[in-house]
Every structure is written in structure tokens, then in C-alpha cells.
């Protein structure tokens, strides 16, 4: 998708704030700094729409972009970062629960894992948890420009096998940097948000 028009329509933490439009949902999780943010603003041609930080932590509402007038990404906070309280950490969690179970036009997850590192136990259980409510999940590994390129294989398959991701789900590399796998990250979007309804 050719993206021109994008809005920051709100952010919710409640789903009586959730948008009424009824149009798909694409959400996208990972732990804190993995790169949500840099990736929405290479999928939407922006240099900084989304609000990219070097602090951890940064998103705490659920973040509705409304893309092209068709679909809306929804940047999730940010998880496994330790400085943010337990009890914070747990409004998080019930709000990220209630809206990943309950949203009926949630038609995809795109998981971000670091692809320099294998995912960490909190990658793990997120998958699990995502694999166990038969979400549509695509696994993102970000800062492949920091490997390389013959190194890309190895570090696909690390992250391949410690999450043990299902053969109905797919794993692509991407980088912000230069912008690899994109278009692929696009298809799998829109296959999911309009497969079989466009």
C-alpha cells in the first residue's frame, strides 16, 4: 500500500475509546525500544509520525493510526521494561489483554523481536500467549542492518527456534535503516486486514 494519508486519531486505554468505524485492526507489540515505532514510520513513509524514543517505556495508551482511510495500526506499549512499576506494568498488561481478546476487528499481530539477539523469555511468552488465542501473528526481526548479511540465515533460524513459531505463522527481517522487507511486511497487512474482502 502506497500510504499518503495517515492520522493519529487517539489513544485509548479503555474500549469504550476504541474507534466505532468498524474497519481493520493490525496491532503491533514488542518490548520497549525494539523498533514499533520506527517501523510504523517506514510502513507509513514518515520520518517521525510515530513518536520513536530512546527512553524506554515511552507508549502507554494504545495508540490508533488511521492509515489511507482503510485500516488502523495500533501501537501497543512497549513490554519487559523494568524501571516502569509492577502495578503499571500490570494496568498495562489487563489493557493490552482486554483489547488483543475482546477486539472483533483485530485481524493481525505483528510481533517485533530484536533480530540481533535471540527473543528474550518476555518475546516467548507474548508468542505463546498470541499463538494460544489463535491471532494471526507476524514476527518482525528489527536491526538486521546491524548483522551481516550472511549472518541473516543464522539469526532468523535463533529466533525461529526459540520462539518454536507455528507453521501458520511467518517471520520476516526488516530494517528501518534501510528499509528491507517493507513491502513483504506490507503484504502481509493487507493479506490480513482485506484477504478475500477488497
Known amino acids: 500500500m502506497e500510504v499518503h494519508n ?3 486519531v487517539m489513544s485509548a486505554v ?3 475509546q476504541y474507534p466505532k468505524t ?3 485492526e493490525i496491532a503491533l507489540v514488542g518490548r520497549s525500544n525494539v523498533g514499533k515505532s520506527s517501523l510504523t514510520n ?3 513513509n514518515r520520518n517521525s509520525y510515530a513518536r520513536t524514543s530512546s527512553q524506554p517505556g ?3 495508551t494504545l495508540n490508533f493510526y488511521h492509515v489511507e482511510d482503510a485500516l488502523y495500526f495500533v501501537d501497543v506499549p512497549g513490554y519487559g521494561y523494568a524501571k516502569v512499576s509492577r502495578s503499571e506494568r500490570e494496568k498495562w498488561g489487563q489493557m493490552i489483554e482486554t483489547y488483543l481478546i475482546a477486539r472483533e476487528t483485530l485481524k493481525g499481530v505483528v510481533s517485533l523481536v530484536d533480530g540481533r539477539h535471540a527473543p528474550t523469555a518476555d518475546d516467548q511468552t507474548m508468542y505463546t500467549w498470541l ?3 489463535d491471532i494471526p501473528t507476524l514476527i518482525v526481526a528489527t536491526k538486521m542492518d546491524k548483522i551481516p548479511g550472511a549472518k ?3 539469526q532468523l533460524s535463533l529466533v525461529k527456534k526459540t520462539l518454536q513459531i ?3 505463522d511467518d517471520l520476516l527481517p526488516f530494517s528501518a535503516q534501510t528499509k528491507a522487507g517493507k513491502q513483504e511486511v506490507w503484504q502481509w497487512i493487507e493479506q490480513h486486514a482485506f484477504g478475500g474482502k477488497s
Open 6 to 8: 495517515v492520522e493519529l
Open 14 to 16: 479503555d474500549p469504550k
Open 22 to 24: 468498524g474497519q481493520p
Open 42 to 44: 517506514v510502513l507509513i
Open 58 to 60: 515511552k507508549t502507554q
Open 131 to 133: 499463538s494460544y488465542y
Open 152 to 154: 541473516w540465515n543464522k
Open 166 to 168: 507455528q507453521s501458520q
